[in-house]
C-alpha cells in the first residue's frame, strides 16, 4: 500500500470520553484528519474503542482494508494501581543481584503503600550480583543461589518474577539480568513471566525495581485487554499492526505493550502535546511551545520540544503513590475545567477544584441546573454553550476571569525555563476558558479539530529506542558515537525505518562528587516500516481469540471489596514522641520522617537526599528494632561519641542505596584504637549523613544511643570542616580516620601532613571503593562533645519537619516560612526573598558541583496565596533578584537592587536555605531549575562556627574563595530538645 493510499487511526482512551481519529498519511497538519468522533468510555474501555472506531470507518465511508496501523492511548492499566484493585494486580516474586550486604536495609517494595505491599508482594530476595557505576563487578552470578530461588519461587506458585541487579542499566559485559533469567527461565518454565528491571527504566535502583514490579503485576490483565483490543479489531474487519502509545510519545506493537504495559501507563499528557504541535505545524518554528489542554475537570500544561516530543519530567514520577523513573511528560495539572464549580467566600473568588464533571449537562447554569460553573462564567460573557441563557453579576464574572487567567499564568511560568514571552497551544473541549491574552504569552493558538487533539497524537507516534552508557570523561566523544549506534540499532530492530531515523534527545553530563567520568543517553525516533508488519497483521489479530469473554468477566468482578486501603495517616498537631523516664527518646517512624525533612532543610542545598535512610531505618522499626535518641549532657564525660558518614557521590547512592559501608568503618576503627563507643554522632546533620548515626545505632547493630548533636550544624562539603577541628592544632587531631567500601576494602588514615591532603586522599581511596563509602574519625569523649559539638541537632531537623508536614496537612503551605521561624526564633531565622528561579548555572570541579541559582521577585501576576504575605511589605525595599552561588552548598545571598546597588544579605556559615513554595520541602542542588517559585531563608549559625577569627577561617566566607567578611544575619537561639520537653514530668 503507498502512502497515497494509507490510513491511520488512532485512539485516545480518557475517563470520560473515547476520542478517535482517521488521518490520511499523503496530507500533513490539519489537513490529514480525515475524520474524528468521540464515543463515552464505559466500565469496558473495548466496548468504547470499537464504538468511536465503527462510527469513524462510517463517516468516512472507508473500506477496513484501507487502514494501515491502529494506535490506542489508553490510561486503563494504571487505574488498577491506582485503585488497589486486587482483581487485576497479581503477586511478584522480586530477585535482587546485590553481593556484600548492598541495599539490603531497602529491600524491595520498601517505599510501596501498604495496600499495594499487601496485593502484590508474593516474595523477596536478595542474592550475589550487582555492579559498579564504573562496570566493575560486586559480585558474581551465583548459579545455585538462583535455583534455589526458582524452587522457591515454584513453591510459593508465583507466576510473574522481576530481576534487578545493581547498575544493570549500563551492564553490557557481564549482562546478569539475564544470566538469572536464563536460569530461572530451565527451572520454572514458559508459563512464568520473567521481567528484567534495566528493560523497563533506567538507572535508580529502587525506582527501577518498583517500575518493574507494577509492570509484572499487570503482566496478564494487560495480555487479556490486549487481545480484547484484537478481537474488537476482526468484529471490525481490521487486518493492520496494532500499537499502544507509551508515557513519552513512542510507539509500543502489541507483542511489546503486553511485555511492557507499565510503559503505557499514562500517555494521554503526550499524546495531547504532539497532536497539538501536528495539527499547528504550520505555524511552528523551531522554539519550544506550550500546549495547553482543557477539559472538564483539569487543565495540563505541557512543554513541546523542538524535537516535536514533550519534555520530559526529572528523575522520579510517582505513580498511584509507587515512586518510579520510567520516562514522563513534565506537566503542570490544575483543577480548572469547563466543569469548575465556582465558589465565593469572604468576597474572594475561586474556580475548582471541584468539578461537576461529565454531569455538566445537568447541573451547569447554561444547561438548566443550578451550580454556577466556569463554563456559566463564559457563557455569561457571550460563549455559545448550554440550551439558556446565563446571568451573573458582572463583579463576580470580572473576579471569576481574572481568577482563570491567573491559575493559567502561575502554570504556565512553572513550566517555562526562560523568562522570555513564549508561545501557546490550546486544546481541548474547555478551551473557552482560557482568555486571549495571557501574561508571559506572546501568541495563543488554537489548531484545528482541536478538540481530538490527543488522538491525533495518538495517531502520529513513532518508534523509539534509548541507550545510555557511564564512561570516561576522557572517551566521552567516541562512546557517544557508539551510544548513537547502539540507539538506532534498537530503534531498527524495534521496526523503525533505518533510514529516517533522527535522534531527539543527547545528553553528556558530569556525575556529581565523581572526577573523569560522566553520564550519556541517546535517544532516538522513527516512522513505523511497515513492510516489516504486513504480512504478520493478520496472523496477529487472529491471535488469542478468548480475550473478549476474560475482559467483559473481569469487569463485572471489579468491586470495591476487591481493593485494599491505605493506612490511616496521623494527626501531626497532636502527634507526641515518647521520651521514657531515663530521658531516652524512642523514635516512631513519624519522628523519621519529620527528622529526614529536616535534615535536607539543614543541608543547604547539599548533603544529598535523605530518603534512601529515611527508608532503612523505618525498615529497622518495622522489623521490631529500636531507634533511640540521648541528650549530650545525658552522656558520661568519658563516653566515647564516634562522628561518622557516608563519602562520596549521592548518585551512586540512588543506584546502590545502604549497604555496611558506615559499619564496617565503625568497627574498624573501634578495633584499630582499642575501644568501645558509648554513642554515636552524626559528623553533619545536613542531608543524608543526619540520618546515619540512627540507622548504625539501632538494636540490631551496635545498640547505643544516637547523640542528639553533629558536628556542623549543617552540610559541608570538606573533612576539616567540623566545629572539633576550631581548636585543634593540627588536623592530626581528627585523625586516625576509618573508610570502608562495605565489600572488603578498608583503610585507616592515620595521619598526614597538612589539611588539604586528609580530604584529597580519602577521597581517591573513595573512587577505587565504587565513589561510595563509609567513614568514621576519631571519637569525642561526651564532655568534648558538649565543648565542641553543636548540641540539639536532631531536634532541631525535628521541629523543622514537622513544621513543614503540619503546613502541608492543613493545608497551609504559605505558613511554612513562618512556621520554620517560629521553630527556630524570631532573631535567629528570617525569610530574606521569595521568588522564582530564573536562572541555573552549574559546573563539576574536583567531584564538587559548583555554580549559581538565580531567583527574581515575583511580579504581581505571578502571585497567588502563597506569597500574599510578601503584597504587604515596602516593594521598593526589597531587591529585584538574588544570586546564590554554591560549592555543593549554598555559599552567599547577594541582592540587586532596581537602583543598581547590589548587597550581601547572608554568607556561610550561616545557613541559607531554598524551600520550594508550593510543597514546603527543602531543595538540594540537584533539584534547582528554572520556573520553581521558592522561599529564601537564612538561620543563625551556631555561636561555635563566628565567635572567633579561627571557627570563620574554617568555615567561613573566605574559606570558599570570597573576599569578604563576615556579618552575622541573626543571633543564634539553641533549639528546644525534644527530649526536655516530651520527658516525663516535663
Known amino acids: 500500500m503507498t502512502d497515497s493510499e494509507r490510513l491511520i487511526i488512532g485512539v485516545d482512551v480518557g475517563g470520560t470520553n473515547t476520542d478517535a481519529v482517521l488521518l490520511n498519511c499523503a496530507a500533513s497538519g490539519a489537513d490529514a484528519v480525515v475524520a474524528s468522533h468521540k464515543a463515552a468510555t464505559g466500565a469496558d474501555v473495548t466496548v468504547g474503542i470499537e464504538s468511536a472506531i465503527s462510527a469513524l470507518l462510517e463517516m468516512a465511508q472507508v473500506p477496513p482494508n484501507r487502514v494501515s496501523s491502529l494506535m490506542i492511548g489508553t490510561t486503563h492499566f494504571i487505574n488498577a494501581v491506582v485503585e488497589r484493585d486486587a ?74 518474577v522481576v530481576l534487578v541487579g545493581i547498575y544493570s542499566p549500563i551492564d553490557e559485559t557481564y549482562k546478569q539480568e539475564e544470566q538469572a533469567r536464563d536460569i530461572l527461565a530451565q527451572e520454572l518454565g514458559p508459563e512464568v513471566n520473567l521481567v528484567l528491571s534495566k528493560e523497563v527504566a533506567g538507572v535508580g535502583l529502587l525506582a527501577r525495581e518498583n517500575a518493574a514490579i507494577l509492570n509484572a503485576s499487570i ?95 526529572s528523575a522520579f514520577t510517582d505513580i498511584g503513590g509507587v515512586r518510579v523513573n520510567f520516562a514522563m511528560p513534565q506537566v503542570e495539572s490544575i483543577g ?142 567516541a562512546e557517544l558515537v557508539i551510544t548513537r549506534h547502539k540507539a538506532i540499532s ?82 501531626i498537631e497532636t502527634y507526641k514522641p515518647f521520651v521514657d523516664e531515663n530521658r531516652v527518646w524512642f523514635l516512631s517512624e513519624t519522628d523519621l520522617a519529620f527528622i529526614a525533612a529536616g535534615c535536607y532543610i539543614l543541608g543547604t542545598g547539599g548533603g544529598g537526599s535523605p530518603y534512601t535512610h ?43 542505596p545502604g549497604g555496611d559501608m558506615v559499619l564496617h568503618a565503625c568497627q574498624q576503627l573501634e578495633r584499630y584504637m582499642g575501644i568501645k563507643y558509648g554513642g554515636l554522632l552524626a559528623v553533619e ?17 551496635y545498640n547505643l544511643p544516637c547523640v542528639d548533636g553533629d558536628l556542623m550544624g549543617r552540610a559541608y562539603p570538606t573533612f576539616e570542616k567540623v566545629t572539633s577541628f576550631i581548636k585543634a592544632t593540627h588536623i592530626n587531631d581528627l585523625l586516625p580516620a576509618s573508610l570502608s567500601s562495605g565489600d ?129 511589605n515596602n516593594e521598593e525595599a526589597l531587591p529585584e533578584r538574588v544570586r546564590i552561588p554554591f560549592k555543593n552548598e549554598n555559599l552567599i545571598v547577594e541582592a540587586e537592587y532596581a537602583s543598581g546597588e547590589k548587597k550581601t544579605l547572608a554568607t556561610v556559615p550561616d545557613l541559607i536555605i531554598i524551600l520550594d513554595a508550593l510543597t514546603g520541602e527543602a531543595l538540594g542542588v540537584p533539584e534547582y531549575r528554572y520556573g520553581l517559585k521558592v522561599l529564601v531563608l537564612v538561620m543563625a549559625a551556631n555561636p561555635l562556627w563566628t565567635n572567633t577569627p579561627r571557627a570563620l577561617e574554617i568555615g567561613g566566607p573566605k574559606a570558599f574563595g570570597y573576599d569578604m567578611e563576615y556579618v552575622p544575619f541573626g543571633t543564634y537561639t539553641e533549639p528546644r530538645s525534644v527530649i526536655d520537653e516530651y520527658a516525663p514530668g516535663k
Open 87 to 160: 482483581s487485576r494486580l497479581e503477586k511478584v516474586g522480586v530477585i535482587r543481584l546485590a553481593a556484600s550486604n548492598i541495599s539490603a536495609y531497602t529491600p524491595p517494595f520498601i517505599d510501596f503503600p501498604p495496600a499495594l505491599t499487601r496485593i502484590i508482594n508474593g516474595h523477596t530476595a536478595i542474592i550475589s550480583g550487582g555492579l559498579q557505576v564504573d562496570g566493575s563487578l560486586i559480585g558474581e552470578i551465583k548459579p545455585d543461589e538462583v535455583r534455589e530461588q526458582a524452587r522457591t519461587l515454584k513453591d510459593k506458585g508465583l507466576k510473574n
Open 219 to 313: 503482566l496478564n490483565f494487560a495480555g487479556r485487554t490486549i487481545r480484547a483490543f484484537k478481537s474488537a479489531m476482526r468484529r471490525l474487519q481490521l487486518q493492520c499492526p496494532l500499537y499502544l502509545t507509551s508515557n513519552d510519545g513512542q510507539l509500543l506493537s502489541s507483542g511489546e505493550a503486553e511485555q511492557y504495559p507499565v510503559r503505557i501507563f499514562s500517555s494521554g499528557a503526550t499524546n495531547s502535546i504532539r497532536g497539538a504541535a501536528y495539527l499547528s505545524q504550520s505555524k511552528l518554528g523551531r522554539s519550544s511551545k506550550y500546549v495547553i489542554d482543557i477539559g472538564g475537570t483539569t487543565t495540563d500544561i505541557g512543554c513541546l520540544l523542538p524535537s516535536g516530543f514533550p519534555r520530559l519530567a
Open 336 to 477: 480548572l475545567g469547563g466543569g469548575s464549580i465556582l465558589h465565593v467566600a469572604d468576597a474572594k473568588v475561586t474556580v475548582g477544584p471541584d468539578s461537576v464533571g461529565h454531569e455538566i449537562i445537568n447541573r451547569a447554569l447554561c444547561f438548566g441546573g443550578d451550580t454556577t460553573t466556569a463554563t456559566d462564567i463564559m457563557v455569561a460573557t457571550g460563549a455559545e454553550v448550554g440550551t439558556r441563557p446565563v446571568q451573573l453579576k458582572p463583579e463576580l464574572i470580572t473576579a471569576a476571569k481574572d481568577r482563570i487567567k491567573l491559575m493559567l499564568e502561575s502554570h504556565i511560568d512553572r513550566m517555562k525555563t526562560s523568562p522570555e514571552p513564549c508561545e501557546v497551544l490550546l486544546v481541548g473541549g474547555g478551551s473557552i476558558l482560557c482568555p486571549q491574552e495571557l501574561e508571559g504569552v506572546s501568541s495563543i493558538l488554537v489548531p484545528p479539530h482541536a478538540e481530538v487533539a490527543n488522538a491525533v497524537g495518538a495517531a502520529i507516534a513513532e518508534i523509539g529506542a534509548e541507550a545510555e552508557a557511564v564512561v570516561d570523561e576522557k572517551n566521552k566523544d
Open 490 to 571: 534498537k530503534a531498527v530492530s524495534r521496526g523503525a525505518v533505518q533510514n529516517a531515523i533522527r535522534i531527539i534527545e543527547e545528553e553528556v553530563t558530569g556525575i556529581a562528587y565523581i572526577d573523569g567520568k560522566c553520564r550519556i543517553v541517546v535517544k532516538v525516533v522513527g516512522p513505523i516500516d511497515y513492510s516489516k508488519f504486513g504480512s504478520d497483521a493478520e496472523e496477529d489479530i487472529n491471535s488469542n481469540q478468548n480475550g473478549d469473554a476474560i475482559t467483559h468477566k473481569e469487569t463485572k468482578d471489579h468491586k470495591l471489596d476487591n481493593c485494599a486501603v491505605d493506612e490511616k495517616e496521623v494527626d
Open 614 to 656: 529515611y527508608l532503612q531505618t523505618r525498615q529497622l522499626l518495622r522489623m521490631g528494632e529500636s531507634i533511640t535518641i540521648v541528650d549530650a549532657a545525658d552522656f558520661k564525660d568519658d563516653a566515647l561519641l564516634v562522628p561518622l558518614g557516608g563519602l562520596g557521590s549521592p548518585a551512586v547512592g540512588v543506584e546502590r
Open 685 to 701: 546533620i545536613g542531608g543524608g549523613n543526619g540520618m546515619e548515626p540512627l540507622m548504625w545505632g539501632s538494636s540490631k547493630y
Open 744 to 872: 572488603g576494602i578498608n583503610m585507616i588514615l592515620t595521619e598526614s601532613k597538612d589539611t588539604p591532603s586528609v580530604d584529597r586522599v580519602l577521597r581517591a581511596a573513595c573512587v577505587d571503593m565504587g565513589y561510595s563509602a563509609g567513614s568514621a574519625n576519631r571519637p569525642l569523649t561526651g564532655k568534648q562533645m558538649r565543648e565542641m559539638g553543636i548540641l540539639k541537632s536532631h531536634s532541631l531537623a525535628w521541629r523543622l519537619g514537622r513544621a513543614v508536614a503540619l503546613a502541608r496537612q492543613k493545608g497551609a503551605i504559605s505558613t511554612v516560612a513562618d512556621n520554620i521561624i517560629k521553630v527556630c526564633g524570631e532573631k535567629s531565622a528570617g525569610k530574606i526573598f521569595e521568588g522564582k528561579i530564573v536562572g541555573v548555572g552549574e559546573r563539576l570541579c574536583k567531584g564538587h558541583s559548583y555554580g549559581e541559582v538565580v531567583v527574581e521577585k515575583l511580579r504581581d501576576y505571578e502571585r497567588d496565596a502563597t506569597f500574599d504575605s510578601q503584597a504587604g
